[in-house]
Structure formats: structure tokens, C-alpha cells
T-cell receptor
Framework: DAGVIQSPRHEVTEMGQEVTLRCKPI?????LFWYRQTMMRGLELLIY????????DSGMPEDRFSAKMPNASFSTLKIQPSEPRDSAVYFC?????????????FGPGTRLTVT | ELKVEQNPLFLSMQEGKNYTIYCNYS?????LYWYRQDPGKSLESLFV?????AVKQEGRLMASLDTKARLSTLHITAAVHDLSATYFC????????????FGTGTRLTIIP
């Protein structure tokens, strides 16, 4: 299995620009999670989907952030407009409900720098 | 709100020594996970603990869970340099809800 795939791996953009991060979960997994990692705040859950439906978006910082999952094999996280404080590593993870494990598998991450 | 605390935050230890990382959490949970993260890399799943008294071991690492004390430990035996990494515990809130809350992480450095 290829694991969780994220693109791009690195993104450098200017303040005010739109940024779109992409994620392909592991085939057969029906839950997908977006996390943000910074030195100051650690690892934060932004939003998660189950069967393509957003279940918990309480971690989405503000209206500039939006996420979609149009099908079981693709999700996007969009920031519009971007700000320097959005600079972080964004991880996507996926899981399946095998027994009661709910073990999450993480992608390689996208390192976002907003100047 | 579920809070997860790890200690210590930083740990330097000599090769060959034993040590333990602690993970405390604030509310009842039925799932606890340990992850490893190397610098600049993603998170790798190490252990999944699903019941009180659960113990799992992989090489020089052993994880245990005490749900009554709301405590998990990650024990390192005879540390080697390859174990240098940041270790996170993560706690699930309730059955049927897949959301995880992560601890702050413990940055472990093994000194030759």
C-alpha cells in the first residue's frame, strides 16, 4: 500500500494568496483527518471526515480555512487568504474502523511557509 | 475538555540506560496511542492500547496503560542512538468518536 499521499510537500507563498493542500487517504480507509503542527501549539486536529462527511470541524481556526472531501480518495484543505501565522506543517491522516482500534496513519506532511 | 500531559518534555539519556516517559490524561478514555516522530518527518504509529492493564512491547520499547489512573507509560530499555526522536501519546475521547488529542511530545536524545 502506498500509504497516505500528500501534495505538495513544500509550499511557499505570499500573504494574501490562496493555498490548497491535497490528500489521498489509504485505500479502504473511511476516515480522514487534517492536523496542523507548530512549535508553539503542537499537533492540533483541524477537521475530520467519516465517509466523506465532515464530523468535527471545531479545530478549524477561522473562516479562512475550509476543507472538502468530494470522494473517498481525495480531500483538500484550503486557506484563503493566507497569513504568515498559518506557516506550519499540515498533516493528513486516515483510519478505518478495524475492531475498535481506529489507528491513524499519517502522511508525510506539507510544510507551508507564508511570507 | 480532554487534556493530555506528557513528561518530561525533554530527555537526554546515555546509551544503555533505562528510562520512562509518562502520559497523563484528564478524562475517561478507552484508547491510547504512542507515536514516534523523527526530525522533519511524519508520525509513525508505535503502539495501540485499548484496555486497562494492556502492555505491548516492540524491541527496546514497552508501553502500558492504566485506565483507572489515567496514565500510560513508555519504557525504554538499554537505549540506543536509533531511538532518538520525539514521542507522542494520543488519547481517544469515546467509543464511536475517532478524534484524538495529542500530548505535547517528549524529545528524546540518546547520547553515546
Amino acid at each position: 500500500d502506498a500509504g497516505v499521499i500528500q501534495s505538495p510537500r513544500h509550499e511557499v507563498t505570499e500573504m494574501g494568496q490562496e493555498v490548497t493542500l491535497r490528500c489521498k487517504p489509504i485505500s479502504g480507509h473511511n476516515s480522514l483527518f487534517w492536523y496542523r503542527q507548530t512549535m508553539m501549539r503542537g499537533l492540533e486536529l483541524l477537521i475530520y471526515f467519516n465517509n466523506n462527511v465532515p464530523i468535527d470541524d471545531s479545530g478549524m481556526p477561522e473562516d479562512r480555512f475550509s476543507a472538502k472531501m468530494p470522494n473517498a480518495s481525495f480531500s483538500t484543505l484550503k486557506i484563503q487568504p493566507s497569513e504568515p501565522r498559518d506557516s506550519a506543517v499540515y498533516f493528513c491522516a486516515s483510519s478505518s474502523r478495524t475492531g475498535s482500534s481506529y489507528e491513524q496513519y499519517f502522511g508525510p506532511g506539507t510544510r507551508l511557509t507564508v511570507t | 475538555e480532554l487534556k493530555v500531559e506528557q513528561n518530561p518534555l525533554f530527555l537526554s539519556m546515555q546509551e544503555g540506560k533505562n528510562y520512562t516517559i509518562y502520559c497523563n490524561y484528564s478524562t475517561t478514555s478507552d484508547r491510547l496511542y504512542w507515536y514516534r516522530q523523527d526530525p522533519g518527518k511524519s508520525l509513525e504509529s508505535l503502539f495501540v492500547l485499548l484496555s486497562n492493564g494492556a502492555v505491548k512491547q516492540e524491541g527496546r520499547l514497552m508501553a502500558s496503560l492504566d485506565t483507572k489512573a489515567r496514565l500510560s507509560t513508555l519504557h525504554i530499555t538499554a537505549a540506543v542512538h536509533d531511538l532518538s526522536a520525539t514521542y507522542f501519546c494520543a488519547v481517544g475521547t469515546s467509543f464511536g468518536n475517532e478524534k484524538l488529542t495529542f500530548g505535547t511530545g517528549t524529545r528524546l536524545t540518546i547520547i553515546p
